[in-house]
């Protein structure tokens, strides 16, 4: 599959087959995260793959949906911000450099025919509880990682670039 044909196809999975993810995929699609660019290239990230039923049980406290820990695999996008690049007016990019990296995650998914589902909205404080993340680190985004148990046909309910973009002036 080309990169297009995957950003074009891939779609949120909310249903899991209980199929087991092969150690040579699932390191693949590591790989893909960790090939990512950062700025500076300082890497700031980590990422936790999370196999053990009951620390996936636990991670229902950060996030209570139960096709959520139907996958076989859950993976942790984390930050260490004191690694990361500060521009020079403050701004912080280590939440930019993890979720690009989560992206590469996500599309190399898709294309060992594996479906994700980027997670935003969880209680960080019980998340890096259940996973005993330390006090410096951050939690970025969380993913199931399986086989899909539904389809799903190819993203279309996006805005029009006659919408999105402008030339040359805002
Ligand atoms: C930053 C971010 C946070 C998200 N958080 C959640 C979430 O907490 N729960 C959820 O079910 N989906 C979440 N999603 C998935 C979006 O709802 C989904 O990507 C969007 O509706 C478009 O659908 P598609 O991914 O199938 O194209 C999130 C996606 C992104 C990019």
Known sequence: MGVFEAIKTRRSIR????????????RKVLEAARLAPSAANRQPWRF???????????????????????????????AVPEEAWVRRDGEE???VDVSIAMQNLVLAAWDEGLGTCWIGAFDENEAKQA????????IVAMTPLGYPAETKGPVSNRKPLSEIVHYNHW
């Open 15 to 26: 249903r899991y087959k209980e199929d087991l993810i092969d150690e040579e995929t699932l």
């Open 48 to 78: 936790i793959v999370v196999t053990d039923p009951i620390v996936k049980r636990s991670l229902r406290k950060a996030y209570d949906k139960e096709w959520f820990t139907s996958a076989p695999v859950i993976v942790v996008a984390c």
């Open 93 to 95: 990019y280590w939440k």
């Open 131 to 138: 996973l005993g993340v330390p006090p410096n680190v951050r």
